[in-house]
């Protein structure tokens, strides 16, 4: 099946700085999502990706399509400590609904 | 809007005996619900698709005699851990998708078999 590859695996940063992570791919994908989960929670929708270059925003966080349809890529700008969690991206799996999980990146933020 | 409640969100059980978890959409129908098991410091592995009205469709590997679904009514999905082992402990989460509006996930069940 396919597989994503999301790097960092983790991150350890100071309060205030940016954070960037990224997801790649050997095959070409229509939609790209980006995910945060808690803690004993289940994943909530960050910013969903549907267009090839498309840069969306969503607070201080801002994701990009990658042009190559292959790849994309998370920033969070001035981090705080409650952006820390674990971040996932995602893909929907040829034509179903079905999605594939990165590994996820461990965001820890230091105050 | 586009709210997916999960119950319950803990649960302890002997060995050999059977567990529910229950999965809703509260303001939306779903005609499709996904089932996702998350062991520690893993990803999220896609078990099933739920299907209203008709059998789900397992993954590779995933036993379906083991792991139960039904989707009776297009706001219910539910998955039944029969004859539960610790391996089968584990983080389950449910998700499904309203239209335009991307995939909603519950807060998840975590399964302990003792």
């Known amino acids: 099946g396919q597989q994503l590859n999301q790097s960092p695996q983790s991150m350890f940063i100071q309060e205030g700085e940016d954070v960037s992570m990224n997801c790649t791919s050997s095959?070409?994908?229509?939609?790209w999502l980006w995910y945060k989960q808690d803690p004993g929670e289940g994943p909530v929708l960050l910013i969903a990706?549907?267009?090839?270059?498309e840069l969306t925003s969503n607070g201080r966080l801002t994701a990009q399509f990658g042009i190559t349809r292959k790849d994309s890529f998370l920033n969070i700008s001035a981090s705080i400590p409650s952006d820390v969690g674990i971040y996932f991206c995602?893909?929907?799996?040829?034509?179903?609904?079905?999605?594939?999980f990165g590994k996820g990146t461990k965001l820890t933020v230091n105050p | 809007g586009a709210v997916v409640s999960q119950h319950p969100s803990r649960v302890i059980c002997k060995s050999g005996t059977s567990v529910k978890i229950e999965c809703r959409s509260l303001?939306?129908?779903?005609?499709?619900m996904f089932w996702y098991r998350q062991f520690p410091k893993q990803s999220l592995m896609l078990m099933a698709t739920?299907?209203?009205?008709?059998?789900?469709?397992?993954e590779q590997g995933v036993e379906k005699d083991k792991f139960l679904i039904n989707h009776a009514s297009l706001t219910l999905s539910t998955l039944t851990v029969t004859s539960a082992h610790p391996e089968d402990s584990s983080f389950y989460i449910c998700?499904?998708?309203?239209?335009?509006?991307?995939?909603?996930f519950g807060s998840g069940t975590r399964l302990t078999v003792v």
């Open positions: 998700s499904a998708s309203p239209a335009d509006y991307g995939y909603t």
């Open positions: 095959s070409i994908f229509n939609t």
């Open positions: 990706l549907y267009k090839a270059g």
């Open positions: 995602a893909v929907t799996q040829g034509g179903s609904e079905k999605l594939v």
């Open positions: 303001d939306f129908q779903a005609t499709t």
């Open positions: 739920s299907n209203e009205g008709s059998k789900a469709t397992y």
